[in-house]
């Protein structure tokens, strides 16, 4: 199934019966909450944005429901799913309000979270786009336990929003940020923490469906299981950061509000460009493929077919002898892009 031209099915299944959370939240918790793999654990959820309906007219959905309502809603539906399981739950927002980036990071460390949550949903040009995207800060081999927490949301979110083989993007945040990565992320960094875009409100069903507040709780539901999950296993460690890996050079692409434009919507055309002309046999071929996945990565640095784009310019400049350069994509590749998440028809 082509997932940048057909609209993903989405799996509706049961909802948690209204008189198990009873049962859940009765003084004295149930026997799961006490004992279970996320009692006790701090859990600090920082519900994306807040407070900017009169700033900017890009975090909105076609019809108008915006980010950081969506983002507060799941926050707040998770937060009883967690503290009925027995988890404390830390709330960076609790209204449509702004708060600093750097206080949402604080009360994380301040509580010694055990995992920071950030909470989040995306938009882009391409309105026939709506997939995952998970980030964690820094290197794949040094933070380890904000990879693991990835990977255990991705297969949450197949699970309760999509089908089993959408491809979801883990990512390092330096795709997106490419000097130092998203602020949270990095005010956080030694707590595992990830910063989850579940959807795109910018794909019309899907505004939609995030309206439903029946929907945003399936949502929570994925984070509940993806935490489960996590720490039902050992914890992995993290790293100083560039302990393992030099710093790498930035890739710098759009952001944000540049990433509505109308270069940004021909990120897979140029993408499937690039791939037209690998077979080709003169250099010229191969310089016009590495300025189209140039231009694709650019345009949707954490798309799902990003680090193919990364993987191909290594192989790319490789071909032409600039090994430096190859060299130093071919570790962008391997320390920003979790691999196996993609579409197997992208690969």
């Not at 799961?32 to 890009?58: M, N, R």
Request: proline share 5%; with cysteine.
């Amino acid at each position: 199934m082509n997932y940048k031209k057909k609209t993903v099915n989405f799996l509706f299944g049961s909802i948690v019966s209204c008189a198990v959370v009873l049962m859940s939240v009765a003084p004295g918790g149930s026997a799961f909450a006490q004992s279970g793999p996320l009692a006790g654990k701090v859990i600090c959820i920082d519900p994306g944005h807040g407070g900017t309906a009169a700033t900017d007219s890009y975090r909105q959905g076609p019809t108008g429901e915006r980010e950081e309502w969506v983002n507060l809603r799941v926050s707040t539906y998770l937060q009883q799913l967690l503290e009925a399981h027995g988890a404390r739950v830390i709330m960076t927002r609790t209204i449509d309000e702004q708060v600093p980036l750097a206080r949402r990071a604080e009360l994380a460390r301040e509580n010694d979270a055990d995992v920071f949550l950030s909470i989040h949903h995306n938009a882009t040009a391409d309105d026939a786009v709506n997939f995952p995207i998970i980030y964690f800060h820094g290197n794949i081999s040094e933070n380890l336990a904000g990879v693991r927490l990835g990977e255990a949301l991705a297969e949450a979110f197949r699970k309760h929003m999509y089908q089993k083989d959408v491809p979801v993007s883990i990512v390092s945040d330096h795709t997106v940020f490419a000097d130092a990565g998203a602020a949270v992320l990095r005010g956080t960094y030694g707590i595992p923490a990830v910063l989850a875009e579940a959807s795109f409100f910018t794909h019309p069903p899907e505004e939609q469906r995030l309206k439903d507040t029946v929907y945003n709780r399936r949502e929570a539901e994925a984070y509940l299981d993806a935490l489960i999950n996590y720490f039902s296993a050992p914890v992995l460690p993290i790293h100083a950061k560039n302990s393992i890996v030099a710093q790498i050079p930035p890739f710098r692409g759009l952001q944000e509000a540049d990433r509505m434009s109308p270069v940004a919507k021909k990120w897979h055309d140029d993408y499937a460009a690039g791939l037209a002309l690998m077979n080709k046999t003169d250099s010229a071929a191969w310089r016009e493929a590495y300025e189209y996945f140039t231009r694709s990565a650019r345009s949707f640095p954490d798309s799902y077919v990003a680090g193919q784009d990364h993987r191909y310019r290594a192989e790319l400049l490789h071909r032409l002898g600039q090994e430096t350069e190859a060299k130093q994509e071919a570790i962008r590749t391997a320390e920003y892009y979790v691999p196996g998440w993609d579409a197997a028809e992208e690969k």
